[in-house]
Nanobody, 116 residues
Framework: EVQLVESGGGLVQPGGSLRLSCAAS????????MSWVRQVPGKGLEWVSA????????YYAESMKGRFTISRDNAKNTLYLQMNSLKSEDTAVYYC?????????WGKGTLVTVSS
């Protein structure tokens, strides 16, 4: 059974940082690219970032470039999202997803709240 479990969310002040993690199981992690997607409460899904199977290629939504860094540790079957210089508009539930264009499995998400 494929499982994706996000962690690391919480309350942070504007300008602060958080690192999200996504523990993967039930599939061969290093066979797949992975993605982060977020959802602002009451709004639609927004793609955040993606990473290739070996971490050699990374991709970001324009508004996250220079602030967010996606990475992965294939030995630990874990995906990460380092978020710096957080803004109030980054408040959202963050999901990790298996794959990129066709994200067939998603975690339950972790809530990030950016507020003073």
């Amino acid at each position: 059974e494929v499982q994706l479990v996000e962690s690391g969310g919480g309350l942070v002040q504007p300008g602060g940082s958080l690192r999200l993690s996504c523990a993967a199981s039930g599939f061969t992690f290093d066979d797949y690219a992975m993605s982060w997607v977020r959802q602002v409460p009451g709004k639609g899904l927004e793609w955040v970032s993606a990473i290739s199977w070996n971490g050699g290629s990374t991709y970001y939504a324009e508004s996250m470039k220079g602030r967010f860094t996606i990475s992965r540790d294939n030995a630990k079957n874990t995906l990460y999202l380092q978020m710096n210089s957080l803004k109030s508009e980054d408040t959202a539930v963050y999901y990790c997803a298996k794959g990129t264009g066709g994200m067939d499995y998603w975690g339950k998400g972790t809530l990030v709240t950016v507020s003073s």
